[in-house]
């Protein structure tokens, strides 16, 4: 392993100034449950790592008027054990208490986990799904834009050189809203999954009609996804078993899904068709 120095800033500024002036040759680090392992590994070898874990203002999850904000440090421990996570968002306990174990979930960050940019990031699917935005600010300054838009390919996002994701916000949902996800395994031990889906689902009055549709898919193509034709069947219908049906049908085609080390397309392909009704059946539960 390379030897590298590291560099522990305490304000948002002075972390963008310290990557930007050492370039190429610098890296940030939050938990360093996956850039440790690349740097081991011999993938990178950053000579300054630039951690953001005395950074001030970055560990928040705030609740306010319906809209959820998550800061990027905050670790997927303190989500999973968040009274207004396990509350108003169980969708992302699914997630959160699936990913690695207790200790690297008390180190590593959501925002690693997104920045990191696998197709397998438990935390991307859910976030998507729930519309989350994200706030970046670089040597630039501030942006925003849909988490969703964020990925370009396996490892690649539009984060330019030197900047940060600050926090993730989930604007506020309808009322009568549930949503699930679920890691698909080929066992229930530690692993990366070899698909993901999440659905969320708003109910009308009547607790039966459907008044909106999110379906988020991933491991299945390079990026996470939404599989907008089978949201479009929901979207409107009386759920019946034959909509939620319908609708797996459609997102497994739309899917993208591809064969991997972990897994073959046809039964990815197959095992979306079968969760979407499933997480979808667990949203409508949750809606109500
Ligand atoms: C044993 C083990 C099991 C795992 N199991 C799972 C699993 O089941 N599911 C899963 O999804 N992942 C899993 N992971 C992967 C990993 O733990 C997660 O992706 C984790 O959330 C990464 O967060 P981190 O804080 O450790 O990121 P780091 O390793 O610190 O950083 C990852 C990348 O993001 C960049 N970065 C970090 N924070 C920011 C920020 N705020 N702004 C800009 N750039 C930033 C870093 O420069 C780096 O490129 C596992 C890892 C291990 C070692």
């Not at 174990?101 to 920045?115: E, K, P, Y």
């Not at 949503?179 to 530690?190: E, G, L, Q, V």
């Not at 698909?195 to 996470?224: N, Q, Y």
């Not at 991997?260 to 397309?265: V, Y």
């Amino acid at each position: 392993m390379n030897k590298f120095e590291y560099l522990m800033p305490t304000t948002i500024d002075e972390a963008i100034s310290l990557c930007v002036s050492h370039g190429e040759r610098a890296r940030y680090i939050a938990g360093g449950t996956d850039v440790m392992i690349k740097i081991k590994e011999g993938k990178i070898g950053p000579q300054y790592l630039v951690s953001l874990r005395r950074v001030q203002g970055l560990d928040h999850i705030t609740y306010k008027d319906g809209e959820l904000r998550i800061g990027s440090l905050v670790t997927h421990r303190m989500l999973e054990l968040s009274p207004v996570i396990r509350k108003e968002f169980p969708i992302l306990i699914d997630a959160v208490t699936n990913i690695g174990s207790v200790q690297i979930r008390n180190v590593a960050t959501i925002g690693g986990n997104i920045v990191n940019a696998v197709p397998s990031a438990d935390g991307a699917i859910p976030l998507i799904t729930l519309g989350a935005q994200v706030r970046l600010r670089g040597p630039k300054g501030e942006r925003s834009m849909d988490l969703e838009h964020l990925f370009m390919g396996p490892g690649m996002t539009l984060l330019e050189p030197g900047e940060i994701l600050l926090e993730f916000i989930i604007p506020k949902l309808p009322p009568r809203t549930g949503a699930a996800y679920c890691k698909h395994t080929r066992r229930s031990a530690m692993e990366l999954p070899l698909l993901g889906v999440a659905v969320l689902i708003s109910l009308e009055e009547d607790k039966f009609t459907c008044s909106e549709a999110r379906i988020g898919l991933g491991v299945l193509a390079p990026t996470p996804m939404r599989a907008r034709n089978g949201e479009t069947i929901l979207k409107g219908s009386k759920l019946t078993e034959d909509v939620l049906k319908e609708a797996g049908k459609a997102a497994a085609e739309e899917c993208k899904a591809r064969d991997s080390i972990r897994g073959e397309a046809w039964y990815r392909r197959e095992m979306v068709e079968v969760l979407v009704p499933r997480m979808a059946r667990i949203a409508m539960e949750r809606a109500s």
